[in-house]
């Protein structure tokens, strides 16, 4: 079993930062691809970020291209997003994903593991 936890969501302005935590325990983190998702009210959960596990790659949906930045932190089991340049349209509850076996994907239902979320707000 994997317990997941995310913190450091908030409301910040058009153009601001925040940076997203998810604190993993249970198994051994470093062999899970890990991922964001985020679920704005009324629209499906939609694939954010996705980090592998061995080489590290990451993948991001277009529109957060250039603005997100994944990572992970081994040795505290722990990764994070970087999002700067936040626009309202960024606005959802932002959701911690581990994936048990496989490499990363951009589908929800190929993670095994989720935190409750976080909410971010982006006011204009």
């Known amino acids: 079993q994997v317990q997941l936890v995310e913190s450091g969501g908030g409301l910040v302005q058009a153009g601001g930062s925040l940076r997203l935590s998810c604190a993993a325990s249970?198994?051994?983190?470093?062999?899970?691809?890990m991922a964001w998702f985020r679920q704005a009210p009324g629209k499906e959960r939609e694939f954010v970020a996705s980090l592998s596990a061995g080489s590290g790659s990451t993948h991001y949906v277009d529109s957060v291209k250039g603005r997100f930045h994944i990572s992970r932190d081994n040795a505290k089991n722990t990764v994070h997003l970087q999002m700067n340049s936040l626009k309202p349209e960024d606005t959802a509850v932002y959701y911690c994903?581990?994936?048990?076996?496989?490499?990363?994907?951009?589908?929800?239902?190929?993670?095994?593991?989720w935190g409750q979320g976080t909410q971010v707000t982006v006011s204009s």
């Open positions: 249970g198994r051994t983190f470093s062999n899970y691809p």
């Open positions: 994903a581990a994936r048990v076996g496989g490499s990363y994907s951009y589908y929800a239902p190929d993670y095994d593991f």
